[in-house]
């Protein structure tokens, strides 16, 4: 008989555990242990026990998610889910999710979003791709930012470790001007440090940071290490060129990797060769499930001042929404986009349209105008975009 209920403090060990064992990840030592346990809320977590034995987990972590007119809204990060090998596809996962959204409807958290080991699970629990990341590789031997966008001399600097409070800081600025972006608690901050290692190198700008780590590959006196970016945030565009100038500018590199970067960066635009900067993958980034319609796309903003009513699962909701003002109430009237709460996520952000979901067969518009007005009123620009995994 499985038993379903929120871990108490003895829970904690044994739960590190089982996660390690579920996603390969390899055994928390103490020290992961402890910089991870401050990050999470137990309360807010369900684990199922079949004989004493943890097998299956599922839990939220809170944030605040910036929306499309940098207004945010309070967000629920699902997290820790995963079923033991024995006892797959058994309808566990269904149970525990279940659970763990009943736990946020409760808080009045509007929205719960994730980030997917596979993108097969989730669109059935009501998620839709948000925002996606571009993996990228530049060869930083044949790289340049052009010289009229480099940064005057002394705009970035190592941080050496003793920056503190300072990313946070960047990152908190940065993360309210750019829609998908989530709020870092300290605690949180402080575990990203601590997983990116010591020998992780931040360099800052007045507005903004980059972190990443080198990979040496000395090549018998051939030198190409490969960076590999681990966190960036610009709130301006001097602030992204300079740091990019600084990460093209790392001796005895090769190539410049990232896989968080957005789509629609601008950085082809600063290089003296925008091909140099080669994508080599397209992910999916943040999966957004709108619990509260109202609270959800009354608290964002649109493109264009208009009255559209989106049909979602079979509710009518008008969205009055301009650059400045929104509002969202349940009505009868017909609609002019019908889809389900996953496609309702996916538009939540801005990053994907009324009509690219009509296309993917996840909506229905009610004739080529409402399409037209749909797609320019959700759209937003920079698109969304989410850098932190959670
Ligand atoms: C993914 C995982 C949690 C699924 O758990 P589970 O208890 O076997 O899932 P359930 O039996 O409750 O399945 C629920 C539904 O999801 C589907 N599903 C489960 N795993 C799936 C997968 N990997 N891909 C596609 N669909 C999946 C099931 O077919 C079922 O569909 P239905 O109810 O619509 O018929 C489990 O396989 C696991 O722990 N994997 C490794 C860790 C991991 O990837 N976790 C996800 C982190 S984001």
Request: charged share 25%; hydrophobic share 40%.
């Amino acid at each position: 008989m499985i038993e379903i209920r929120t871990p108490g403090e003895d829970d904690f060990g044994p739960l590190t555990e089982f996660d390690a064992r579920s996603f390969g990840s390899g055994a928390y030592t103490p020290e992961d242990r402890e910089m991870t346990r401050p990050t999470m809320d137990l309360e807010r977590y369900r684990l199922a026990f079949d004989n004493g034995a943890i097998v299956g987990a599922a839990g939220s972590d809170p944030f605040e998610m910036t929306l499309p007119g940098l207004t945010t809204i309070p967000m629920a990060g699902v997290t820790w889910v995963a079923v033991a090998v024995t006892h797959r596809r058994q309808g566990l996962l269904r149970r525990l999710m279940g659970d763990v959204h009943e736990d946020i409807a409760d808080r009045g958290e509007p929205v719960a979003c994730l980030t997917a080991s596979e993108g097969g699970i989730y669109e059935r629990f009501g998620y839709g791709v948000a925002t996606r990341r571009r993996i990228i590789e530049i060869d930083r031997r044949r790289s340049s930012i052009a010289e009229r966008f480099r940064p005057p001399a002394g705009s970035v600097q190592l941080s050496g470790g003793a920056a503190d409070g300072v990313v946070e800081e960047r990152w908190d600025r940065y993360r309210r001007g750019r829609a998908g972006e989530l709020s870092r608690s300290p605690e949180w901050q402080a575990k990203m440090r601590f997983l990116h290692g010591a020998d992780a190198v931040t360099a800052v700008h007045d507005d903004g940071f980059a972190t990443w780590k080198a990979t040496p590959a000395w090549n018998e006196g051939h030198p190409a290490h490969t960076v590999r970016v681990l966190d960036f945030a610009a709130a301006t565009s001097a602030a992204h060129a300079a740091l990019w100038h600084t990460l093209l500018s790392v001796d005895l590199v090769g190539a410049v990797t990232s896989n968080l970067h957005p789509i629609d960066d601008p950085l082809p635009y600063l290089l003296d060769d925008a091909r140099m900067m080669r994508t080599t993958g397209v992910n999916d980034g943040v999966w957004c499930k709108p619990m509260d319609i109202a609270a959800c796309f009354g608290g964002r903003r649109y493109g264009i001042d208009d009255s559209i009513v989106l049909e979602v699962d079979g509710a009518r909701w008008q969205i009055d929404g301009t650059a400045d003002d929104a509002r969202c109430r349940k009505v009868r009237r017909r609609a002019d986009v019908v889809t389900d709460q996953a496609g309702a996520g996916a538009l939540l952000l801005g990053g994907v349209t009324p009509s690219q979901l009509v296309a993917g067969r996840r909506a229905e518009v009610r004739d080529h105008g409402a399409s037209r007005r749909a797609d320019a009123f959700f759209a937003t620009s920079p698109l969304p975009h989410s850098t932190t995994a959670f």
